[in-house]
């Protein structure tokens, strides 16, 4: 656009309009959509758990739903097709006249333009002074703010997402999609706060906005290639929260945590980032709050003294084991307890990274007993937990002592800690190219195509999940299977690129038969986002955007070895 654009316009316009032109091309050149998340980040300044304000893109119409601290809702003109731009803390729209829109800090959200704010809650503040309105937590409202340096602080967000530097990628919509991720992911980061010590991340800042620990883990993964030190924080942030006997909670906030935990993933989140730091001190520092964490799970999680861990079961029929992560999967429809095969391919992979850390680290007596912690989980997942009849790892019940028939995405994960023999993972690979098995349009479907009666467009009981087709990659790489693991990582980046295209944003789960829409998919039951927030896959998804990034870094075309 030119300068003609503004003939007798007001200055504001022409100087907001200016910032808002150095942001990366990638983001201003898209159509409105709803369910982008904004909100004040801590790369900017201090933010707020509980009175912090977040909002969304509303859907239809242009507009913003104030959602935390409590609501209202922000109606703007009728914007163009092109020209828009969303990040995760400042918008602006191509209307007549245009409307800009910032989070200044943790508290107040100021607009340039027209707006009509309606159903404001309490626990908000609404102030209009000529073309400006500004929305802020009642509790910490400051009315001066109205009259702030709405471009430069503009030029400021801008000014993170131009600093950043990508690897090349293959097309103008690999680029945008990656641009996207990074703003997300700079929207779900907290400054410290409360027993919360480090900065930490949040899967999507709202309906979750807690700290979640594999979650975490994912983040690092990504938060290292463009903020090494950040990634350092979100593992950090997590010991924060544990407990003095090692336990680690699966959701925790700066005021508390839960009682259970989650998938063991840390010490891989670890790994990773210090294969980019190099930081030993950090490493050092962190290794004991490892060592305690896998200790707990071994001690309290081998329930029946097996030598292989089993998850805590739920009653809840969504939710029959949110320690595990894959909460409604079919895996736990019946079992009351059994040995996992995630769970201990989890707690191998864990247990060789710590051998590999102390060594490093001189602990030559740990080092010893976590190899031969690490050996033995793998002697027992390939001996329990492979069935030759069904070719795949699947679940052993202890209390029936029979072994699960659902072939779940999980079986594929002793790949990732080297329990499987080559010959079972030679099996592992067919799967993924059988269609009446793993190779669907979209792999890794979370169950069998064959399991017609267990099988829903819900969660884990079908659709595909991004932080598993990460780890299944990893896995069939280790076995050699380079070419495999690169078109996985491809088809899945590809799939994340599309649904993107057509919605803006990047989902927690994709439908592994591509028949519908991520919005359309159902969660725990329902696809019911006016009853509840959680009846609807989630937008803006923290994993997926971080790992998005690690597969856009790490991504590379070869044959297979």
């Known amino acids: 656009m030119s300068e003609g654009r503004f003939p007798g316009a007001a200055s504001r316009e022409r100087a907001n309009f200016r910032a808002i032109e150095k942001f990366p091309r990638e983001l201003r050149h898209s159509a409105w959509h709803g369910g982008q998340l904004l909100a004040f980040s801590a790369l900017d300044g201090v933010t707020d758990y509980q009175d912090g304000l977040t909002a969304r893109t509303a859907f239809g119409a242009p507009g913003l739903e104030v959602l935390l601290p409590m609501r209202c809702r922000i109606r703007f003109p009728k914007a163009a097709a092109d020209g828009n731009v969303v990040t995760g803390d400042c918008f602006h729209l191509e209307t007549e006249p ?76 690999a680029k945008r999609t990656l641009t996207k991720a990074c703003s997300i992911m700079k929207t779900q ?62 959701m925790m906030n700066p005021n508390g945590a839960s009682q259970i935990t989650q998938p063991p993933v840390l010490a891989l989140g670890a790994k990773l980032v210090h294969d980019v730091t190099g930081d030993n001190a950090w490493l050092k520092a962190l290794y004991p709050c490892l060592r305690a964490y896998l200790a707990w799970d071994l001690k309290n999680r081998d329930l029946d003294g097996c030598g292989l861990c089993e998850w805590q079961m739920d ?13 409604n999967s079919p895996r736990f429809d019946s079992a009351t307890r059994m040995a996992a095969v995630d769970f201990n391919s989890y707690l191998s992979l864990e247990c060789e990274i710590l ?49 699960s028939s659902v072939l779940a995405s999980s079986g594929f994960l002793p790949l990732i800690c080297g329990a499987a023999s080559r010959a079972h993972a030679a099996r592992l690979a067919e799967c993924l190219s059988d269609p009446t098995m793993f190779g669907t349009a979209l792999s890794v479907p979370s169950i069998a195509a064959r399991d017609k009666g267990r099988y829903a467009k819900d969660m884990w009981r079908g659709p595909v999940w991004i932080n598993l087709n990460w780890l299944i990659a990893r896995g069939f790489e280790r076995y050699g299977f380079i070419k495999l693991a690169e078109q996985l990582r491809s088809r899945t980046m590809e799939a994340i690129e599309d649904a993107f295209a057509k919605h803006g944003t990047l989902f927690e789960f994709y439908d592994d038969r591509q028949e519908i829409a991520p919005p359309r998919l159902l969660r725990k039951g329902q696809c019911a986002p006016e009853a509840s927030p959680y009846h609807q896959v989630f937008h803006d998804y923290g994993w997926t955007a971080t790992l998005y990034v690690d597969f856009a870094f790490t991504h590379k075309s070869s044959g297979e070895s």
């Not at 309906?207 to 924080?233: E, K, N, T, V, Y």
């Not at 740990?366 to 009849?389: C, F, G, K, M, V």
Request: charged content about 25%; hydrophobic content about 40%.
């Open 98 to 173: 245009a409307v800009t829109g910032v989070f200044l800090d943790a508290h107040h959200l100021l607009i340039e333009g027209p707006c009509a704010v309606s159903d404001v809650d309490l626990a908000l503040a609404v102030a209009a002074n000529g073309t400006r309105t500004l929305i802020g937590s009642a509790r910490h409202y400051d009315p001066a703010k109205i009259a702030a340096d709405l471009p430069a602080v503009l030029e400021d967000r801008g000014r993170w997402l131009r600093s950043l530097r990508f690897p090349s990628l293959p097309t103008s919509l």
């Open 189 to 250: 980061v907290y400054s410290p706060e409360g027993r919360i010590r480090h900065r930490w991340t949040t899967p999507d800042r709202w309906p979750h906005r807690q700290m979640w620990l594999w979650d975490s883990a994912f983040h690092a993964i990504g938060w290292r290639h463009i903020a090494p030190r950040l990634a350092q924080d979100a593992i950090l942030a997590v010991f924060d929260m544990q407990a003095t006997n090692g336990f680690v909670p699966h």
């Open 315 to 327: 009653a809840d029929p969504h939710c029959r084991s949110g320690e595990s992560g894959m909460d």
């Open 355 to 403: 051998a590999k850390f102390a060594r490093d680290l001189g602990f030559a007596d740990d080092a010893a007993l976590w190899r031969d912690q690490h050996l033995e989980i793998n002697r027992r997942i390939a001996t329990r937990l492979w069935s030759e009849d069904l070719g795949f790892f699947v679940d052993y019940d202890t209390e029936r002592q029979t072994p």
